[in-house]
């Protein structure tokens, strides 16, 4: 028996051993990734204003340069700048520079995990210095947590699993022992040899996490042939599978008799279609277009987009009850206004709430038709399915859900008012990961699990462990395509300018306002016309001048809280323009239609300025979709900071939609702008949507399932093994 101890024991402290060299060997490229990585963002974050450093710094203006820098430290790894003088002087810095940090002399080592770049700056005729970046590293150290505790655990179960392989044999009989384990010599798959494939695995996972950090970090932007190597490479070029109640093509059959294919209005099929012309697959949603069951196919599929068809529509479809309870009803009276704080109050009816879990099955039974493996990756979008993550884990054990939430979560005290809420937690629980735009989301929605639910949380991982199934929490800001389709098909800036402002008939020299929205009462579309009416009283001088174009969208017009702001918004429009209106001109052009993206995107690219006022938003693609039309790098963007791009688009013209005599400011400040100005912010915005676009949305939340689905499959092939070592035994 000591002998079987003592064998134990070196067993494991070999193990030991061995997690201790891989953790260290991990750690160690790790630090040299980051060091790249933290001078490539030091330069990036220097280019995207260098124009307007430069400019301060040769006027000698360091207060406004100051002030540039400040901006440059919203990043938030970016902890402090100094600009040095090439004779070593600092001439501006940002507050956080540390008092006893001087630009030349020995090395410049403020303390803390931190990293110091030095990006130098020539002027028009000489150099002028230098700007050093002193960069946060601090989330190195999570990261190294992560890593650390993820080789130890998978260590830790080698180890129990070598040990009871040795406890299992030690109880046959020396003899048998013996036996056992020749026999098992000359099948190859002896127990010394066992530990082999075992290594191997670890291997494979540690190789498998490092060039998943090289496609997520690696250098150059995501596009859709990345995305699509980042899916042969992890996912062994695996079909997707993706869940969400709105199709990205509508077939319509028109009053003419002839069928014609919509793109709808939605923000999830925006960012959505692109990823999936990319990487192929199928989309499981609902058919409801009066002419989608005359083109699908005997299983109710048909691929698109028409005269591409790169991947494939499963449509799903409900009766006009089905559709009340479980889309109008529970989806869009009870959970929309549940988690957006716009001042609508949320429905709650049993009838709703019945049809909702049916129609939840039914779209996980399509899901369950539609993969062709045991462990499939599934994606499920939005509020309409929190059921189905549960639903789809029931029959799929092994599958890897990745959850994504379009729309905000409220916090945890206003979620339990939803008298199902326990249910909806427990619902999504069944996602292996479930992701959010903003990180606040997030919190939110661990909130609600320690409130509703009893589960163990850990915050610092963001896993919630619920019923001995873990589920990771996380925030992934969504986005557009980048180059964006539609920006690259538009005519020209002045063709765009000319035929809308054709349409609209207004003089050449006339100024543009733009709003683009679904007719939804969270757009903020009220207290946007009223922020035009308060231009107008301020600033008389654009009257006659500027013209505000709405196009709006009809939407979910069968419930009567949006058929009210409908009536509520033309009024209004209706109002404004008796009021001021002026021979031919009006101060509003409220557009109530169906406009197809290449309209939409005309629109931006004629607009001076375009006004997002959502009240509350998850994301707002809009505000992208702007920046992405304006590749002539005109126009402003005023931007609700209610919404998740306030937290991107720094650069916008941010307002709180409900301040008008703010918003007005803005609007005013926009339409004075000088145009280097314009040139400086829309710039450096762009800079930003082009490299976190749409395809790392994806290419993130993909690499975490494969991610996800490898530790999965070593924990179920280490599983397997010792079950059938035990048999064999
Ligand atoms: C939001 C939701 C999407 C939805 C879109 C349009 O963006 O998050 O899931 O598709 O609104 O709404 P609709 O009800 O027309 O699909």
């Known amino acids: 028996m000591s002998s079987l101890i003592r064998f134990v024991a070196v067993l494991v402290l070999g193990l030991a051993v061995l997690a201790y060299g891989a953790l260290w060997l991990v750690t160690q490229r790790l630090r040299e990734w980051e060091e790249g990585d933290a001078q490539l963002r030091a330069e990036l974050a220097v280019n995207s204003s260098r124009r307007a450093v430069v400019k301060r710094w040769e006027s000698g203006n360091f207060a406004a340069l100051s002030d540039i820098l400040r901006d440059i430290t919203r990043d938030e790894r970016i902890r402090a700048i100094g600009a040095c003088s090439t004779d070593g002087r600092l001439l501006a810095k940002t507050t956080d520079w540390p008092a006893s940090l001087p630009c030349s002399g020995e090395a410049l080592n403020p303390g803390g995990r931190v990293h110091v770049s030095a990006v130098p700056l020539d002027g028009e005729a000489a150099p002028l210095g230098t700007l050093v970046l002193i960069q946060d590293l601090t989330f190195l150290e999570r990261r190294e947590h992560a890593i650390r505790d993820f080789l130890l655990i998978a260590f830790g179960i080698f180890a129990a699993a070598a040990s009871l392989v040795t406890v299992v044999a030690a109880r046959l009989s ?178 709703d709430w019945r049809h909702y879990q049916a129609i939840n099955q039914r779209f996980a ?144 020299n006339a100024q543009l306002g733009v709003g683009v929205d679904r007719l939804d009462y969270t757009k903020g579309i009220e207290e946007r016309l009223l922020a035009v009416e308060r231009l107008f009283e301020r600033f008389p001088q654009y009257r006659g001048r500027f013209t505000f174009a709405q196009l709006a969208a009809p939407s979910r017009t069968a419930i009567e809280r949006y058929s009210r702001l409908n009536d509520n918004v033309e009024a209004l429009a209706a109002r404004i323009n008796q009021r001021f209106a002026e021979g031919r001109w009006k101060p509003i052009a409220l557009l109530r239609a169906h406009h197809e993206p290449p309209d939409v995107f005309r629109y931006y690219r004629a607009a001076d300025v375009t006004y997002v006022s959502s009240l509350h938003d ?112």
């Open 618 to 729: 998850g994301m707002n693609l809009v505000a992208k979709e702007y920046v992405a039309a304006r590749d002539d790098e005109r126009g402003v963007l005023v931007l609700s900071s209610f919404t998740g791009a306030a937290r991107e688009l720094t650069e916008a013209l941010m307002v709180n939609p409900y301040d008008l005599e703010q918003a007005s400011s803005a609007l005013a400040t926009a339409l004075t702008m000088p145009e280097a100005e314009q040139v400086d912010r829309m710039r450096s915005m762009r800079a930003l949507v082009a490299e976190y676009n749409v395809y790392r949305w994806a290419g993130r939340m993909l690499v975490d399932a494969a991610r996800h689905r490898a530790r999965e499959r070593l924990s179920g092939r280490l599983t397997d093994r010792l079950l059938g070592l035990e048999r064999t035994a």
């Open 174 to 351: 020396w003899r048998g022992w013996s036996n056992q384990l020749r026999k098992l010599l000359l099948r190859g798959g002896a127990q010394p040899g066992q530990f082999q494939p075992l290594m191997r695995d670890v291997r494979e996972l540690v190789e498998k996490l490092a060039t998943e950090k090289e496609d997520l970090e690696g250098r150059g932007t995501w596009t859709p042939q990345r995305l699509k190597q980042t899916l042969e490479r992890h996912l062994e070029g695996e079909r997707v599978v993706i869940v969400a109640n709105r199709e990205p093509y509508i077939h319509q059959r028109g009053a003419d008799g002839h069928i014609t294919v919509k793109h709808p209005a939605s923000g999830l099929v925006t960012a959505l279609e692109p990823v999936m012309r990319a990487c192929g697959g199928t989309w499981v949603a609902h058919g409801s277009g009066n002419a989608d069951r005359e083109t699908v196919d005997a299983k109710g599929r048909v691929r698109v987009p028409p005269g591409e068809e790169s991947y494939a529509v499963r449509r799903v479809w409900l009766s006009a009850e089905e559709e009340a309870g479980y889309y109008y009803g529970f989806s869009n009276e009870g959970l929309w206004p549940l988690c957006h704080v716009a001042h609508a109050r949320p429905t709650f009816r049993i009838d």
């Open 365 to 508: 039974d399509a899901v369950v038709e539609e993969v062709d493996v045991e462990d499939p990756i599934v994606l499920i979008q939005d509020y309409h399915f929190a059921l189905a993550p549960k639903l789809i884990r029931e029959r799929l054990p092994r599958a890897t859900l990745i959850t994504f939430w379009h729309i905000p979560w409220p916090n945890g005290e206003r979620f339990g008012i939803c008298p199902w809420a326990t249910q909806l937690l427990e619902g999504l629980l069944g996602s292996s990961i479930v992701g959010f735009h903003t990180q606040q989301h997030c919190n939110n929605f661990i909130d609600a699990v320690d409130r509703l639910l009893e589960a163990r949380i850990d915050r610092d991982q963001r896993v919630v462990v619920h019923h001995q199934r873990s589920t990771a929490v996380r925030a992934y800001p969504i986005s557009i395509d980048w180059p964006n389709r539609w920006a690259k098909e538009a005519p020209s800036v002045a063709e765009c300018r000319r035929s809308v402002f054709a349409e609209l008939g207004l003089p050449a």
